[in-house]
């Protein structure tokens, strides 16, 4: 992994440790005050603790965890950070999702876009190199 690859995953990591120590301490102290939104910062937490492990782990069967994890990443700040303004009563703290990550500088709605950008990426690399290899080998013909 390099290049843009490596800080994606970087910046995966960082945000999967600071919404899980985030969402462990408010579970732990102030549950009862919104417990709704210290629920999905967990599970926030968890997707971005289950994506960083899927994009530095190797091998075929981590790429679709990889594709799920962001894609539902990607739903959820838009749904919650959607229904957040749109009920806000529901939400009396913040979550990681909660007003499309404005608490993380809105890091939570781009990341997801760019690590799913750059799975795309990858595939269509690895297609072109699989065809390049096709026909130098012959196989393509």
Partial sequence: ????????????????LAALGRSIF????????APLAYSLSAVAAGVYVLATIALV????A???VAWATIGFELLGVLAI????????????EPTVWSGF???YLLIPLV???LGLLWLARGRNARATADERRAVATGAGE
């Fill in 57 to 60: 782990a190797r091998g075929r």
């Fill in 1 to 16: 992994m390099r290049g843009i690859g490596r800080i994606l995953v970087v910046v995966y990591g960082i945000l999967a």
């Fill in 111 to 113: 990341l997801p876009v």
């Fill in 101 to 103: 990550g404005i608490g």
């Fill in 62 to 64: 981590w790429r679709p």
């Fill in 81 to 92: 950070g959607t229904f957040s303004l749109i009920r806000p009563e529901l939400f009396p």
């Fill in 26 to 33: 408010q579970i732990a102290t102030k549950f009862e005050s």
